[in-house]
């Protein structure tokens, strides 16, 4: 696990290096926060039940903290929550992910919706409140299992290194009871005390009230009433003195935006055959292992694969979990006009950037991604924060902060630094503090290790990412000094480094799994998305 806490840190401090030229003067007088917050921070929000948002909320509660976790799901998991309900259809094409949902004038206010309303079903409103449910049935983690143990609840040793989603997501319940934070955990040591965790509950808006100082969320909150077939959405605010965002890197998914594609989407399932010719576009993860895990049943598998912005460990290993039965095709270009829609898409022409054209498919995946925004600030459509400490508090106002499970293991050391923070024994430096020089050298295996392990969705920072290990640990040693510091003047825990011994486990297995798996990958057809020859891996 110790490695992970390295991780978060570590981009944190990236994001500092990248922006703390704009935000210095917020620092000119260092210390201001300590203990000196408009006023003392009391009320807690934590938006998400994912890895990140419940290790927030325990430890937010441990500093006696009144804690509210907001969750739109119906149970903690986040990512890992695992759902057999139909997914719902996307939107053709990608609606901005900053398009807001309209708030009604009067809150509070309840409104009952039967089947049929607006044109929806119950089901798909239903499913419509916590999409997306990016884990399908026979998904297995890429990561060792020390990169998603939480604490509290260690897996049993002989738990395998690598888990099904099965496994991940009642390890997370598990957590998530141990602290009494689950959908239907009874906690009678405490029953006067109002509820924790409010599940199936969207925030829909977070705005600060510049006169009480204090954080106004909208949330709205569904329950399905079986017995009148009915659903019930309930809209109420509630006021926070903090608020720590934990929503996760997936706010919808992404479609591309190809010519001819809104057209595709009309198109009826026709004649279903069973056994398919199957495009999958995309050359990730989702790709290559949802390729993997259809290839026993398809007739046929292509992929649309365009040439990497970046060259990776990560993506050469994707490449290389297709099945080698995979037909490799560039980039699409446009999908011709369907003649009908009554008849499924096998009739239909599929033109590719290089002149060929593709006929005769049954069925398209979209393994293209998803996209995400910061839920502040309002209408964000940046993927997350770029002004943050390495605690995750926003450096133009403390009392918001962000954080996110990838590696989850940085939870908790982030999450304590929250606390701190908030309840006052730990002052949050100068951003210049919280730069560590970085040691020369030049070790692009490495680098990309880490790229695997979890920066890819900061695109932007991967670029800049320093390339040494040693790095990332003088981070986590300074930020875990920090804290240390911060107690021993103030009051508060003292916390251990990370155990060695599991970034020994996570060097293997990026070895074994990222590394080893991306030799050899000349002569199965990828020659036009220009990989270069010698299965090389740097970059
Ligand atoms: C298919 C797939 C496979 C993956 N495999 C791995 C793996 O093998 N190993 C690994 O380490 N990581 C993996 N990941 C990355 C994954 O994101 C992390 O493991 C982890 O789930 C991140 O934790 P989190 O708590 O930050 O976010 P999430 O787990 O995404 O949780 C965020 C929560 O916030 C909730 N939320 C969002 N917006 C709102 C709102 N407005 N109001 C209320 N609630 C809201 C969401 O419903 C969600 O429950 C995978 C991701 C995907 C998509
Ligand atoms: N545990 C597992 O096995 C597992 C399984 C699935 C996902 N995950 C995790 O989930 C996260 C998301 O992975 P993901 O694979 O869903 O998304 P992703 O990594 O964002 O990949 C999206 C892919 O779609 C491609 N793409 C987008 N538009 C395209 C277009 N018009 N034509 C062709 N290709 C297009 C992208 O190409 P470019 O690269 O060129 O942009 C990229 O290859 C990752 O962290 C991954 O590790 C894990
Ligand atoms: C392709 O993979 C299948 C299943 O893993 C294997 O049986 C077969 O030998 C492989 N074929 C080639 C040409 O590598
Ligand atoms: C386009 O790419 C496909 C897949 O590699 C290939 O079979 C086809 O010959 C290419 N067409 C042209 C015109 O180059
Ligand atoms: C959403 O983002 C787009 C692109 O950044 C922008 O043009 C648009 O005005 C934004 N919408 C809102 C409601 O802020
Ligand atoms: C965000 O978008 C909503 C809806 O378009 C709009 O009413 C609101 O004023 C916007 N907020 C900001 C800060 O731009
Ligand atoms: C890497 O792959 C090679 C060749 O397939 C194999 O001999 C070797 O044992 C693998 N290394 C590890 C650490 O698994």
């Not at 927030?56 to 057999?84: I, K, Q």
């Not at 934990?246 to 479609?255: E, F, L, R």
């Not at 499924?344 to 022409?349: K, N, V, Y």
């Not at 590394?515 to 002569?523: A, F, Q, R, S, V």
Request: net charge negative; with cysteine.
């Amino acid at each position: 696990m110790a490695f992970h806490r390295v991780f978060l840190v570590f981009i944190s401090f990236w994001f500092c290096v990248f922006s703390h030229k704009q935000f210095q003067t917020v620092f000119e007088t260092p210390g201001k926060y300590l203990g000196t917050f408009h006023h003392p921070i009391r009320r807690v929000a934590v938006v998400g039940a994912g890895p990140a948002g419940l290790q927030a909320a325990a430890e937010l509660l441990d500093h006696s903290f009144t804690v509210r976790l907001f969750e739109r799901a119906p149970h903690p998991g986040g990512n890992w929550l695992y759902s057999e309900d139909t997914p719902l259809r996307e939107s053709y094409p990608d609606k901005p992910v900053n398009s807001t949902l309209e708030i009604p004038a009067q809150i509070p206010t309840n409104k009952y919706y039967h089947e049929g309303d607006d044109g929806w079903t119950l089901n798909d409103r239903w499913t419509e409140h916590w999409r997306p449910r990016p884990v399908w049935y026979n998904l297995f983690t890429n990561s060792p299992k020390v990169s998603t143990e939480l604490p509290d609840v260690p897996y049993a040793p002989e738990t395998p290194w690598v888990l099904s989603h099965h496994t991940i997501q009642r390890h997370v319940r598990s957590y998530a009871s141990h602290h009494c934070l689950n959908s239907n955990d009874h906690c009678p040591a405490t029953p006067s005390a109002p509820r924790v965790a409010s599940y199936s509950t969207r925030v829909e808006k977070v705005e600060k009230d510049a006169e009480t100082h204090t954080w106004i969320l909208t949330l709205r909150r569904l329950e399905r009433l079986r017995e009148s077939n009915r659903i019930l959405e309930e809209w109420w605010t509630e006021t926070f003195d903090a608020v720590v965002l934990a929503t996760g890197p997936y706010t919808s998914a992404h479609v591309p935006d190809i010519e001819g594609i809104v057209d595709w989407s009309k198109a009826k399932e026709g004649e279903i055959t069973a056994c398919k010719t199957v495009l999958i576009v995309g050359a990730s993860v989702s790709a290559s292992e949802i390729a993997r895990d259809i290839s026993p049943f398809a007739h046929h598998i292509i992929a649309s694969v365009r040439p990497p912005k970046e060259r990776s460990a990560r993506r050469l290993r994707s490449l290389s979990r297709f099945p080698n039965v995979t037909e490799f095709v560039p980039e699409i270009a446009s999908f011709k006009p369907l003649k009908t829609h009554t008849d499924g898409i096998r009739s239909g022409e599929i033109h590719l950037i290089n002149g060929s054209s593709l006929q005769g498919i049954d069925e398209i995946i979209l393994a293209t991604g998803y996209r995400s925004a910061a839920l502040y600030p309002p209408n964000s459509t940046t993927r997350r924060p770029e002004n943050i400490h390495w605690t995750g508090h926003y450096v133009t106002d403390p009392t918001l902060a962000y954080t996110l499970g990838r590696p989850w293991t940085i939870g908790r050391y982030q999450s304590y630094g929250l606390a701190k923070v908030w309840e006052g024994t730990a002052r949050l430096p100068p951003l210049e503090e919280e730069e560590v020089e970085i040691p020369e050298g030049d070790v692009p295996y490495w680098r990309d290790m880490w790229l695997g392990e979890g920066v890819y969705w900061v695109h932007i920072a991967a670029k800049y990412l320093p390339p040494l290990i040693f790095f990332r640990l003088a981070q986590i040693r300074r930020y875990i000094t920090w804290l240390n510091d911060a107690s021993l003047e103030h009051g508060g825990r003292f916390v251990e480094s990370p155990p060695i011994a599991n970034l020994e486990l996570l060097k293997y297995y990026s070895v074994v799994h990222l590394l080893n798996n991306t030799m050899g990958l000349e002569g199965i057809g990828l020659d036009f998305i220009s990989m270069g020859a010698g299965g090389g891996i740097q970059s």
